[in-house]
Protein backbone atom coordinates (compact mmCIF):
# COMPACT_ATOMS: atom_id res chain seq x y z
CA UNK A 1 0.00 0.00 0.00
CA UNK A 2 0.98 3.20 -1.25
CA UNK A 3 1.28 5.69 1.59
CA UNK A 4 0.80 9.52 0.21
CA UNK A 5 2.39 10.86 3.37
CA UNK A 6 5.95 9.12 2.35
CA UNK A 7 5.72 9.85 -1.15
CA UNK A 8 5.39 13.89 -0.46
CA UNK A 9 8.56 13.04 1.76
CA UNK A 10 10.45 11.09 -1.20
CA UNK A 11 9.54 14.37 -3.25
CA UNK A 12 10.71 17.02 -0.13
CA UNK A 13 14.25 14.53 0.05
CA UNK A 14 14.50 14.88 -3.99
CA UNK A 15 13.76 19.16 -3.92
CA UNK A 16 16.44 19.81 -1.16
CA UNK A 17 19.26 17.50 -1.71
CA UNK A 18 21.40 19.96 -1.02
CA UNK A 19 20.21 20.97 2.84
CA UNK A 20 20.74 19.19 5.70
CA UNK A 21 17.56 17.03 6.21
CA UNK A 22 16.81 15.35 9.98
CA UNK A 23 14.50 12.05 9.71
CA UNK A 24 12.82 13.91 12.69
CA UNK A 25 12.04 17.08 10.81
CA UNK A 26 11.18 14.83 7.75
CA UNK A 27 8.44 12.91 10.18
CA UNK A 28 7.24 16.69 11.47
CA UNK A 29 6.52 17.48 7.99
CA UNK A 30 4.18 14.37 7.34
CA UNK A 31 2.50 14.52 10.94
CA UNK A 32 3.88 11.43 12.17
CA UNK A 33 6.15 10.23 15.37
CA UNK A 34 10.26 9.66 14.00
CA UNK A 35 9.59 5.91 14.79
CA UNK A 36 6.55 5.94 13.26
CA UNK A 37 8.00 7.53 10.27
CA UNK A 38 10.92 5.35 10.19
CA UNK A 39 8.81 2.17 10.41
CA UNK A 40 6.13 3.34 7.61
CA UNK A 41 9.43 4.74 5.03
CA UNK A 42 10.96 1.58 4.98
CA UNK A 43 8.32 -0.55 4.28
CA UNK A 44 7.31 1.32 1.55
CA UNK A 45 10.86 2.29 0.05
CA UNK A 46 13.01 -0.52 1.18
CA UNK A 47 15.63 1.17 2.81
CA UNK A 48 15.47 3.76 5.87
CA UNK A 49 15.07 6.99 5.52
CA UNK A 50 18.48 8.44 6.43
CA UNK A 51 20.11 5.65 3.80
CA UNK A 52 17.67 6.27 0.85
CA UNK A 53 18.79 10.42 1.53
CA UNK A 54 22.55 9.07 1.12
CA UNK A 55 21.77 6.78 -1.42
CA UNK A 56 20.06 9.56 -3.53
CA UNK A 57 22.30 12.03 -2.88
CA UNK A 58 25.12 10.07 -4.07
CA UNK A 59 23.34 9.21 -7.26
CA UNK A 60 22.76 12.60 -8.11
CA UNK A 61 26.13 13.11 -7.68
CA UNK A 62 27.04 11.02 -10.12
CA UNK A 63 24.71 12.36 -12.54
CA UNK A 64 26.22 15.49 -11.86
CA UNK A 65 29.65 14.83 -12.22
CA UNK A 66 29.06 12.99 -15.31
CA UNK A 67 27.18 15.19 -17.13
CA UNK A 68 28.40 18.67 -15.98
CA UNK A 69 31.65 20.27 -16.23
CA UNK A 70 30.74 21.66 -12.21
CA UNK A 71 33.68 20.93 -10.27
CA UNK A 72 33.75 17.65 -7.49
CA UNK A 73 33.59 19.97 -4.57
CA UNK A 74 30.65 21.69 -6.22
CA UNK A 75 28.69 18.52 -7.08
CA UNK A 76 29.76 17.87 -3.47
CA UNK A 77 27.95 21.22 -1.91
CA UNK A 78 25.01 20.85 -4.48
CA UNK A 79 24.55 17.47 -3.12
CA UNK A 80 24.76 17.94 0.54
CA UNK A 81 28.04 17.14 1.66
CA UNK A 82 30.57 18.98 3.69
CA UNK A 83 33.22 17.14 4.03
CA UNK A 84 35.36 15.87 0.63
CA UNK A 85 36.65 12.42 2.70
CA UNK A 86 33.31 11.60 3.32
CA UNK A 87 31.91 12.62 0.24
CA UNK A 88 34.81 10.70 -1.31
CA UNK A 89 35.01 7.39 0.96
CA UNK A 90 30.13 6.94 0.24
CA UNK A 91 30.80 8.01 -3.38
CA UNK A 92 33.29 5.21 -4.03
CA UNK A 93 31.16 2.78 -1.54
CA UNK A 94 28.49 3.09 -3.91
CA UNK A 95 29.80 3.21 -6.84
CA UNK A 96 33.18 1.49 -6.71
CA UNK A 97 35.28 4.59 -8.15
CA UNK A 98 36.21 7.54 -6.88
CA UNK A 99 34.21 10.52 -7.90
CA UNK A 100 37.92 12.11 -9.54
CA UNK A 101 38.21 8.92 -11.40
CA UNK A 102 34.57 8.68 -12.79
CA UNK A 103 35.31 12.11 -13.92
CA UNK A 104 38.58 11.56 -15.69
CA UNK A 105 37.06 8.19 -16.89
CA UNK A 106 34.48 9.22 -19.55
CA UNK A 107 32.40 6.63 -18.28
CA UNK A 108 28.18 7.69 -18.17
CA UNK A 109 25.08 5.95 -16.82
CA UNK A 110 23.10 5.26 -19.92
CA UNK A 111 19.42 7.67 -19.07
CA UNK A 112 16.75 5.79 -18.20
CA UNK A 113 14.22 5.51 -21.46
CA UNK A 114 11.23 7.50 -21.79
CA UNK A 115 7.94 6.58 -20.85
CA UNK A 116 6.12 4.62 -23.75
CA UNK A 117 8.89 3.72 -25.53
CA UNK A 118 9.73 0.71 -26.90
CA UNK A 119 11.17 -2.06 -24.82
CA UNK A 120 14.20 -2.46 -26.66
CA UNK A 121 15.87 0.61 -27.36
CA UNK A 122 17.06 1.71 -30.65
CA UNK A 123 19.94 0.56 -32.44
CA UNK A 124 22.22 3.02 -34.62
CA UNK A 125 23.10 0.31 -37.27
CA UNK A 126 23.80 1.69 -40.85
CA UNK A 127 20.64 0.34 -42.87
CA UNK A 128 22.10 -0.42 -46.40
CA UNK A 129 19.75 0.89 -48.92
CA UNK A 130 18.33 -1.59 -51.86
CA UNK A 131 19.96 -1.35 -55.40
CA UNK A 132 16.16 -0.66 -56.76
CA UNK A 133 15.38 2.06 -54.30
CA UNK A 134 18.83 3.90 -54.74
CA UNK A 135 17.57 6.80 -56.93
CA UNK A 136 21.18 7.01 -58.23
CA UNK A 137 21.08 3.51 -59.38
CA UNK A 138 17.24 3.68 -60.69
CA UNK A 139 17.18 6.30 -63.29
CA UNK A 140 19.07 7.42 -65.83
Known sequence: MVDPRITATVGLMQQRLGQPLAVADLAAAVNLSPSRFRQLFT???GAAPAVYLQRLRLRRARLLIERTFLSV???????????PSHFSRD???LHGVS???????????P???EPGSSVNPPTHKRIRQHAALDPATCCP
Open 73 to 83: KEVMALVGYND
Open 91 to 93: FRR
Open 111 to 113: RPR
Open 43 to 45: AQV
Open 99 to 109: PSVLRTSGFMT
